[in-house]
């Protein structure tokens, strides 16, 4: 068979890493190669892959260094049952082309992952060798995140660290027995083991930093995970409540959820249609809740219909305060933070801007209209000196007023 060349292992190993949603680089230290030094910036502006949860758009090469892989996770479509094209890049050629393509302003750093290939250490040293050249020999500066291997030796991991910006490891699926079921060659507490020695050296490198100025960094934008939406039986409840234990018990920076979408060559185990898009989108809605507005894993999935899943048709703000209309409606001029938090249609800075005017002057509906996109949405649950929703708070068609209305899809939009 004639050789690869390097645009054909490009084309299939950025294709095959597609499938992986955890990828935002947010929450780096700043580096930049003003005044000469070093090659690379993680500011700037290029073409866009992923986005940070302060919007900012960021260009990563997203590739795997290879697609061959000893394992065979059913979801997965590199793995090794799967009938696929395969390529394999030498860790200098992934060099090679992080710093063509960053040269050429087409990326803001790179994005890592690979198939396992003999085994998972050497697969790990590989990968760490990428994240080496770029760093030691050409004083890269831009973002690195890599996927870590769980099953790989401790140490090797610790290197990516070094190196690094994020590290992740992907817990894959919401409950043990789908990974079992799914991935059988992956085992629920290895994950959280290897989750929990790079939580550690998070913590070490933290510390050492405070006493030694020239401690080294380890991966000062932390670690993430991803976790399959849809390939398994997981309700959203099972999806919030794992997410939240491991937040509090692994200090991630980012659960990412990807909606499973039917792969070539899938495994017959699986489901043939993909989840809705919309669900994932909820999840993350619900993710956010919990981490900027207050909410607990219990209110999320108190949000929850009877079969366990957040609804579709409104957020799960709106759809908690449905459900819990005696917390309504509240005092925009007398009700704490905490309270307003909980009000459909009020986000964060809204909150705070409410919060900073009512020191001066009793407001309005009208004051309130201007910080919000909607204020029909909101009108129900709170008053105002001149606003009282009186019975809208308890109308039993509520929902069907504020939920959105379904758009009829232009037969020849572009
Ligand atoms: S180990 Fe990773 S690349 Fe290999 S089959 Fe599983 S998910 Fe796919």
Not at 157 to 174: C, F, K, M, T, W
Not at 340 to 350: E, I, N, S, T
Not at 369 to 391: E, M
Request: with cysteine; aromatic share 8%.
């Amino acid at each position: 068979m004639a050789a690869q060349t390097i645009l054909q292992k490009l084309e299939i190993l950025a294709d095959a890493a597609k499938y992986d949603a955890s990828c935002a680089s947010s929450g780096t230290a700043k580096k930049n190669s003003l005044g000469g030094k070093g090659i690379g910036s993680t500011e700037g502006m290029g073409i866009c892959h992923a986005y940070a949860p302060d919007g900012r758009c960021i260009s990563l090469l997203k590739i795997l260094l290879t697609n061959h892989c000893v394992f065979d996770c059913h979801y997965c479509v590199n793995r090794k049952s799967s009938n696929v094209a395969r390529a394999r890049f030498t860790p200098q050629e992934v060099v090679d082309l992080t710093l063509a393509f960053y040269r050429r302003n087409y990326i803001e750093g790179l994005f890592l992952s690979s198939g396992i290939v003999k085994n998972s250490n050497h697969t790990m040293e590989q990968i760490v060798e990428v994240a080496r050249i770029l760093r030691e020999e050409h004083d890269f500066r831009g973002y690195i995140h890599l996927k870590t291997i769980p099953e790989a030796d401790a140490e090797i991991v610790h290197q990516a660290g070094l190196y690094a910006d994020r590290v992740s490891i992907n817990v894959e699926l919401p409950t043990d027995s789908g990974l079992t079921r799914l991935a059988p060659d992956k085992d629920a507490r290895q994950i959280e083991g290897a989750m929990g020695k790079v939580k550690s050296d998070l913590v070490e490198a933290k510390d050492a930093r405070k006493r030694f100025k020239h401690a080294p960094r380890f991966a000062p934008a932390g670690q993430s995970t991803q976790m399959i939406v849809g390939a398994d039986a997981a309700t959203d409840a099972d999806i919030v409540g794992k997410a939240s234990r491991l937040y509090d018990n692994f200090r991630l920076r980012r659960v990412y959820y990807s909606a499973f979408s039917p792969i070539p060559d899938a495994s017959a185990v699986l489901p043939l249609k993909r989840p809705p898009l919309i669900r994932e989108h909820r999840l993350y809605q619900s993710d956010w809740l919990m981490r900027f507005y207050g909410y607990k894993p219990s209110d999320v999935m108190q949000a929850t219909e009877a079969d366990g899943n957040l609804p579709l048709d409104i957020d799960p703000k709106l759809a908690w305060a449905l459900k819990f209309r005696e917390a309504f409606p509240v005092d925009v001029n007398r009700a704490s933070k905490e309270q307003l938090l909980r009000v459909p249609g009020l986000g964060v800075k809204a909150v705070g801007k409410i919060l900073a005017s009512r020191r001066h002057r009793a407001l309005r509906l009208d004051d309130v209209a201007l910080l919000t996109q909607s204020i029909t949405k909101v009108r129900p649950f709170i008053c105002t000196v001149d606003w009282r929703p009186i019975t809208l708070t308890d109308r039993a068609d509520l929902r069907s007023l504020l939920a959105p209305k379904a758009e009829q899809l232009e037969l020849f939009a572009a």
